[in-house]
């Protein structure tokens, strides 16, 4: 039975893509059979008229996953807006029985998933007449617990509390705090004591910055992720699907 975990943001553009690539590749050079999946991608970038799913790309590159692009990330959009609002702005519904179809056939192939939101805990998906379904309906449905991945900065504290809270409420289990764009300074520091006092929840890694990230981004990626990263916490934060 295929075992996984969910990386959820506290925000937007918090560097999700970037730990989850690292949380895949320590998995994968340890020997884990392991996929990625993120159901929907807004803000692809189009390439000889062909849209390609960056985060998917960034993630597939970092870890040496070779699964094809349509079934680990199905739904994809130009638009650099919430999902459910790209799939409007260029006709192209999500329907969750596709989302749901390439999660099983993941299950089936591969021994661990390490899912990504689109954003934090309740973007929405899709908004259309059966409703409005959000990414924590998503991870419900799929039945996975999550990882949280915070900023390290200032105003951190009050997002990664009210995200904890929040997951905590709607009843999703959380498995661990990774902190972003660490950096040896008493104000990091302090946000890290700060959110363990307030939360009880453990921070699980701290990705250092890496000033220049997109200079040799793979290799960036690789190092930080193999100093940070510890696998049998990684294992640890995974549950039966």
Known sequence: MAK????VGTDTDVGKTIITAGLIYVLRSNGYNTSYF???????????????PQDTKIVSEVSNLKEDYNNITPYVYKTAVSPHLAAKIENKPIKLNVIKEKYS???EKYDYIVAEGSGGIICPLIDDKRGLYT????????????????????GTINHTVLTVEYIKKIGINIKGIIINNYKEEILYD????????LTKV?????????????????????????????IKTIINCMESL
């Open 4 to 7: 996984g975990v969910f990386i």
């Open 38 to 52: 993120k159901g929907a991608l807004s803000g692809a970038l189009e390439k000889e008229n062909m849209l390609i």
């Open 105 to 107: 056939y993941l299950k």
């Open 135 to 154: 990414l924590e309906n998503l991870i419900k449905d799929l039945k996975m617990s999550v990882i949280i991945v915070a900023r390290a900065g200032l």
């Open 190 to 197: 302090d946000n890290i004591q700060m959110i363990e006092k």
């Open 202 to 230: 453990p921070i699980i890694g701290k990705f250092k910055y890496i000033e220049n990230l997109e200079n040799n981004l793979v290799e960036n990626i690789r190092k930080n992720a193999e100093e940070v990263f510890d």
